[in-house]
């Protein structure tokens, strides 16, 4: 895994010293495995320490110092915004000791047309609803179609009409 890791890591260096939107999306195809449209773009740096299971839609944008932990699977679906220094955590920890050397992966879905505002934090397991917005901020274990999410840990704030 760590090999894997490392390769990653020598994409990202690449990518996150790119100028061009058109480069930056092919080297993000060769982390993730699968095709980026032309469509998606992306404020280097983008932090990935795996890739491989992170899978992004259309119209996606990504703004600047945002990290994905992948290993529990990243989707981001169609229309998705995601504002800087955001973080999608799919894996964590075990809580006791005698087993925390191991890791605990949660699938995190992000679904069309959500707004992920700035240093925002996904955690493992989560799925951001259609239309949702995620305060800045905020940290997230559940967020719900039309919604909007803030606080440390985030709750409904309002519905989106």
């Not at 305060?135 to 919604?147: E, H, I, L, P, R």
């Amino acid at each position: 895994m760590r090999d894997a890791f490392y390769a990653t890591k020598k994409l990202l260096v690449q990518m996150n010293n790119a100028d061009d939107p058109a480069e930056i999306r092919n080297l993000l195809s060769q982390i993730t495995g699968s095709d980026i449209d032309e469509s998606v773009a992306v404020f280097t740096p983008l932090y990935i320490n795996y890739g491989k299971h992170t899978k992004i839609g259309k119209n996606v944008f990504i703004n600047f110092d945002c990290v994905f932990l992948d290993l529990g699977g990243i989707a981001i679906e169609d229309n998705v915004l995601i504002a800087p220094k955001v973080s999608l955590l799919s894996e964590g920890h075990p809580v006791s000791p005698q087993s925390r050397q191991s890791l605990v992966p949660g699938h995190i879905h992000i679904k069309e047309n959500a707004w992920i505002d700035a240093g925002a934090t996904i955690l493992p397991g989560v799925t951001i609803g259609e239309n949702a917005v995620v305060a800045a901020g905020a940290v997230v274990k559940d967020g719900a179609a039309n919604t909007i999410v803030g606080g440390i840990t985030a709750k409904i704030i309002k519905a989106i009409n």
